[in-house]
């Protein structure tokens, strides 16, 4: 069955303390990987998609890196506007779904 | 270009109610699939509809159903609802099952 785990469950950081979410997954078929940030009460907002091993996106503080097993959300020198649970997802070859993680809640403190 | 939009936003039932929630998919997109997201957990797949065709299905029981419109809009459907039915209900449409959904910004159901 398809699994994907986010650690840590939550962060606490200091404005301009860098940090990086992991999203481990076991999925046959790795289709693509995504990370959406939700804000409390809202929809999940998409932020990128990877599809391969070795590929990186960037936008402003925010990137995410992918490996065979896992992928990384990299935050540098976070605001407290980056406060937020970011998911993971997985979607597989000849799949109609997206699997979520948990999620990773960061607070972000001035 | 119009995003996902889901109504209601709010909605409060009793018990063995019946429950309607809707969604407009993004321009474009004609694939929908619906997610449930119990408080502090990750969404959970409903089911997807693709041309109004239903094209799989999550660990839901059959009280659950839905439908898809021409215009590709879309309701989810919830009879006999439990207590555990409370949850923030997510409608996301995507140009294919296994891209990327954009999502809308969810119906909060409360079950008393």
């Known amino acids: 069955e398809d699994q994907v785990t986010q650690s840590p469950e939550a962060l606490r950081l200091q404005e301009g303390e860098s940090s990086s979410l992991n999203c481990s997954y076991t999925v046959s078929g790795l289709r693509g990987l995504f990370w959406y940030r939700q804000d409390p009460g809202k929809g999940p907002e998409f932020l990128f998609t990877l599809y391969s091993a070795g590929e990186e996106k960037e936008k402003e503080r925010l990137k995410a890196t992918l490996t065979k097993k896992e992928s990384f959300l990299h935050i540098t020198a976070p605001k407290p506007e980056d406060s937020a649970t970011y998911l993971c997802a997985v979607s597989k070859a000849a799949g109609n779904k997206l699997t979520f993680g948990g999620g990773t809640r960061v607070l972000v403190k001035p | 270009e119009t995003g996902v939009t889901q109504s209601p936003t709010h909605l409060i039932k009793t018990r063995g109610q019946q429950v309607t929630l809707r969604c407009s998919s993004q321009?474009?997109?004609?694939?929908v699939s619906w997610y449930q997201q119990a408080l502090g957990q990750g969404p959970q797949f409903i089911f997807q509809?693709?041309?109004?065709?239903?094209?799989g299905r999550g660990n839901f029981p059959p009280r659950f159903s839905g439908l898809q419109f021409p215009n590709y809009s879309s309701e989810l459907n919830v009879n006999a609802l439990e207590l555990d039915d409370s949850a923030l209900y997510l409608c996301?449409?995507?140009?294919?099952?296994?891209?990327?959904?954009?999502f809308g910004q969810g119906t909060r159901l409360t079950v008393v």
């Open positions: 509809y693709y041309r109004e065709e239903e094209n």
């Open positions: 996301a449409s995507s140009l294919a099952g296994w891209r990327e959904a954009f």
């Open positions: 321009s474009g997109h004609n694939t």
